[in-house]
C-alpha cells in the first residue's frame, strides 16, 4: 500500500483525509516539523507528502523541511503544498514542492497522483 505523509497541525485534517482514503493508502500523519521529519526518514517509501506551511502557528516555518527532503537524495515522490494561504502555498513550492492545492482538494489530489480515482 503507498505511503502519504501529512505535515499538519490541525488533528481534524488528519482525521477527515484518512476517512476519505481509508483502505487505499497509509495515511502518515505528523503534526509538527520534527515528528515530520522523524517519520520522513523512518519511511523512505513514501510516495506523497502534502504539506502545511505553518506546524504550527500561523507563520510558515516549515520552508526549510521542504528544503531538507528535496534535497535529500532520499524523496522520489512528490511533495504538495496544502495551505490555505495561496501566497504560503506560492512560497512552498518555491522551496521546493512540486505542486501545490488548497486544503479542501488535498485527498483529491492524492487520488489522481496516485491514480485511485475509479
Not at 28 to 47: G, K
Not at 90 to 100: E, M, N, P, R
Amino acid at each position: 500500500m503507498e505511503k502519504v505523509l501529512v505535515v499538519d497541525d490541525m488533528e481534524s485534517f488528519h482525521v477527515a483525509l484518512k476517512h476519505w482514503l481509508e483502505g487505499r493508502v497509509e495515511v502518515l500523519s505528523a503534526y509538527s516539523i520534527e515528528e515530520a521529519r522523524r517519520l520522513f526518514y523512518e519511511n523512505p517509501d513514501v510516495r506523497i507528502i502534502l504539506m502545511d506551511a505553518c506546524v504550527p502557528g500561523d507563520k510558515p516555518n516549515t520552508l526549510g523541511l521542504v528544503h531538507e527532503i528535496e534535497t535529500s537524495g532520499v524523496f522520489c515522490g512528490t511533495m504538495i503544498a496544502i495551505s490555505s494561504s495561496p501566497q504560503y502555498r506560492h512560497q512552498l513550492v518555491q522551496a521546493g514542492c512540486g505542486g501545490s492545492c488548497p486544503k479542501d482538494q488535498a485527498a483529491q489530489m492524492v487520488e489522481v497522483l496516485l491514480d485511485l480515482v475509479a
